[in-house]
Nanobody
């Protein structure tokens, strides 16, 4: 099982980016999926999370600018980022709790490899 994130890049302040993260492998079920970010010299911070049923939760610092969604058929989570600011510059990581088809697996957290988002002023 692995998570593959994509969609990062360089954008000017006020611009938008859409990140994607697809889970693949021997998957039985994907419960919650989410996004985190880590800026240079800072700790990784949680941004958003969405349940399999589509209930989303975002931290206050990105509410109104970011939105999270998912496609359960594709085991993919998205992060739409609008009105980007230079302080949004960070490596963005996706996270998911996945139960594999391996016998006896009760599930665990998986992390994507990270995708760089740079917002220029």
């Amino acid at each position: 099982v692995q998570l593959q994130a994509s969609g990062g890049g360089l954008v000017q302040a006020g611009g938008s980016l859409r990140l994607s993260c697809a889970a693949s492998g021997n998957i039985f079920s994907v419960t919650y999926m989410g996004w985190y970010r880590q800026a240079p010299g800072k700790e990784r911070e949680r941004l958003a999370e969405i349940t399999r049923g589509g209930v989303a939760d975002l931290v206050d610092s990105v509410k109104g600018r970011f939105s999270i969604s998912r496609d359960n058929d594709k085991n993919t989570v998205y992060l739409q980022m609008d009105s980007l600011k230079p302080e949004d510059t960070a490596v963005y990581y996706c996270n998911a709790f996945i139960i594999s088809t391996n016998q006896g697996d009760f599930g665990k957290d998986y992390w994507g490899q990270g995708t760089q988002v740079t917002v220029s002023s």
